[in-house]
């Protein structure tokens, strides 16, 4: 088991492009968080999935922000017209989902650095 | 507004002492998550707390939970320089994050 993995580890992007990552989960992990994190902040929570069906997105998620999870295993969060206020590491955690929604351990992967120029 | 608060921020202290990391949150909860975070790494999971008056302990560090206080402690026994790194309380409820404590063990 390789862990959770993410691509890319960092993007450079001008402002208002679009930027696509990806999270590739812990294989037989059912759910898939994607979280925010700034320097020296805590990660934000920005979305849940359980296999393929989004149940959660945070209310601060702008309409910007959009994920998938076509067949429950991988994930893309695609984020359009890139503000400098995105620049932030992306995280992805996946978890096996036995119990309630997060009453279970998430492994998070390596993140993706984002810098909005 | 939820609100998740970390006491202290900052915390820098000898190896061998001991001090406890409080994290205080403003609305029900049953459950509560910390985490261990390394300079330039992503997040390890350390403690899950399901229920009120929960304790686990690995190695040198102790977590709580008291959901009718709305508080959870993670106590740290004989510091060792390996600690250092910022430590992350989170909230069930929409998953929110504390801002962190980051623990400098000196020796």
């Known amino acids: 088991d390789t862990g959770v993995s993410q691509d890319p580890r960092h993007k450079i992007t001008k402002r208002g492009q679009n930027v696509t990552f990806r999270c590739d989960p812990i294989s037989e992990h059912n759910r898939l968080y994607w979280y925010r994190q700034t320097l020296g902040q805590g990660p934000e929570f920005l979305t849940y999935f359980q296999n393929e069906a989004q149940l959660e997105k945070s209310r601060l998620l702008s309409d910007r922000f959009s994920a998938e999870r076509p067949k429950g295993s991988f994930s893309t969060l695609e984020i359009q017209r890139t503000e400098q206020g995105d620049s932030a590491m992306y995280l992805c955690a996946s978890s096996l989902g036995m119990g309630g929604r997060a009453a279970d351990t998430q492994y998070f992967g390596p993140g993706t650095r984002l810098t909005v120029l | 507004e939820l609100k998740v608060e970390q006491n202290p921020l900052f915390l820098s202290m000898q190896e061998g002492k001991n001090y406890t990391i409080y994290c205080n949150y403003s609305t029900t909860s049953d459950r509560l998550y910390w985490y261990r975070q390394d300079p330039g790494k992503s997040l390890e999971s350390l403690f899950v707390?399901?229920?009120?008056?929960a304790v686990k302990q690995e190695g040198r560090l102790m977590a709580s939970l008291d959901t009718k206080a709305r508080l959870s402690t993670l106590h740290i026994t004989a510091a060792v320089h390996d600690l250092s790194a910022t430590y992350f309380c989170a909230v069930e409820t929409d998953m929110r994050f504390g801002a962190g404590t980051r623990l400098t063990v000196k020796p």
């Open positions: 707390l399901l229920s009120n008056g």
